[in-house]
Each structure stands twice: as structure tokens, then as C-alpha cells.
């Protein structure tokens, strides 16, 4: 399995402030994904990050809101835009390698908005 | 559309008792299962997946997960539970294509 690192681990923001994550990868893997995981819930996909094109985004999540880059085959930003408090969550990376089907995630970054 | 129901939000197990976790999922074909672990304040970490073959499946950490198509379920097992398996555990699916969906979770406390 892929290692995968995430920063910043944690930060407290203020509202309608923007907050870009980095998520990168040890090696070169096929799709990487960013999940949002609010307090107390299950883990929800934003969008499908994929390399020198558009995220695909998922239901109810919107480019605006929660840009991402991808530039190369081991990196990827999710900007959290304009926050409030809702959207202070823990946001997670994941990425599947050539073990297709199989996703792995970084230890996720614990987003508090203020 | 595919949904994935773990009907326990929280269970409690004693030190080396059996464990049995419970999910099931809502697919017109088999799908790809997973079962990941998310101990506090870190990642998800795979602990086992069936994608065809033997129902039966083993993990990590000693865990092991059965597929029963007729069920539509695919439970996490543990004979002896250790103090350090309390966790958050999450069932997902995947109708391939990397999209993943988890259940709610269930949460896992262990008595000494």
C-alpha cells in the first residue's frame, strides 16, 4: 500500500476564510479521492481528483466551494472555501494504486471553523 | 442506489470475548466490500476486503469477515478482543469504478 501524507494534520479558522489541504502520495497511484467526515458521521466523497483536468464532483458538492488540483500523479490540494462553522469536519485523502478497487487514506486533516 | 446499513451504532465487548460486527448492503450485483478501522483521532485503515472467491476473508489484527450473498451482508469477526480494537469501524461498498460508500460506522468499546 501506498504511504500517504496530509497537511496540515489540524487548524482552527475563522469564517470566510479559505483553507487549501495537501494531500501527497509515495508513489504514482491511479485516482485519488477527498472525503469529508463531519463530527459524529461516516465518511462522504466530495469529488474524484483527477490529474491536468476538472475534479468530478459529487452530488452536493460544488467547484466553488471545494476546488482541487491536481497536478501530478502523487499530489492533490482541496481548498475549502469561504467557510463557516459547518464546515468543520475531518477531510480525508484516499488514493487507489494498481491493487485496483482498493482505496487507502491519509490520516486526515481536523478542519474547526470559528 | 446502493446504501450500506451497520445496525449498531455502539457496541461494548469485555476483554477477549467474541466479537461480531454487522452490515449490510443494498446492490443489485455483488460488489466490491471493505472493512476499514479509524481509531481515534487518526486515518482509516484497511483491515479487509472480498472482491470474489472464498466467502470467508481474513484480515488484520486477527479479524476476518464472511460474505453471504443470500443476506446481502458481510460481517467483521474477532474471536478475543483486545483493549486496543476499540474503535470506530466502517463498512463500505463499491459498485466499482472507485466510488466508496461507508456506512454510519459502529462504534467499539472494550471492557478490561
Known amino acids: 500500500s501506498a504511504v500517504i501524507s496530509q497537511k496540515p494534520s489540524r487548524d482552527i479558522c475563522q469564517r470566510g476564510t479559505s483553507l487549501t489541504i495537501q494531500c501527497q502520495v509515495d508513489s504514482q497511484v491511479t485516482m485519488m479521492f477527498w472525503y469529508r467526515q463531519q463530527p459524529g458521521q461516516s465518511l462522504t466523497l466530495i469529488a474524484t481528483?483527477?490529474?491536468?483536468?476538472?475534479?468530478?464532483?459529487e452530488s452536493g458538492f460544488v467547484i466553488d466551494k471545494f476546488p482541487i488540483s491536481r497536478p501530478n500523479l502523487t499530489f492533490s490540494t482541496l481548498t475549502v472555501s469561504n467557510m463557516s462553522p459547518e464546515d468543520s469536519s475531518i477531510y480525508l485523502c484516499?488514493?487507489?494504486?494498481?491493487?485496483?478497487?482498493?482505496?487507502?487514506f491519509g490520516p486526515g486533516t481536523r478542519l474547526l471553523v470559528l | 442506489a446502493q446504501s450500506v446499513t451497520q445496525p449498531d451504532i455502539h457496541i461494548t465487548v469485555s476483554e477477549g470475548a467474541s466479537l461480531e460486527l454487522r452490515c449490510n448492503y443494498s446492490y443489485g450485483a455483488t460488489p466490491y466490500l471493505f472493512w476499514y478501522v479509524q481509531s481515534p483521532g487518526q486515518g482509516l485503515q484497511l483491515l479487509l476486503k472480498y472482491f470474489s472467491g472464498d466467502t470467508l476473508v481474513q484480515g488484520i489484527k486477527g479479524f476476518e469477515a464472511e460474505f453471504k450473498r443470500s443476506q446481502s451482508s458481510f460481517n467483521l469477526r474477532k474471536p478475543s478482543v483486545h483493549w486496543s480494537d476499540a474503535a470506530e469501524y466502517f463498512c463500505?461498498?463499491?459498485?466499482?469504478?472507485?466510488?466508496?460508500?461507508f456506512g454510519q460506522g459502529t462504534e467499539l468499546s472494550v471492557k478490561p
Open positions: 484516499s488514493v487507489m494504486t494498481t491493487d485496483q478497487e482498493t482505496q487507502y
Open positions: 463500505a461498498v463499491s459498485p466499482g469504478g472507485g466510488k466508496l460508500i
Open positions: 481528483a483527477n490529474q491536468g483536468s476538472e475534479a468530478t464532483y
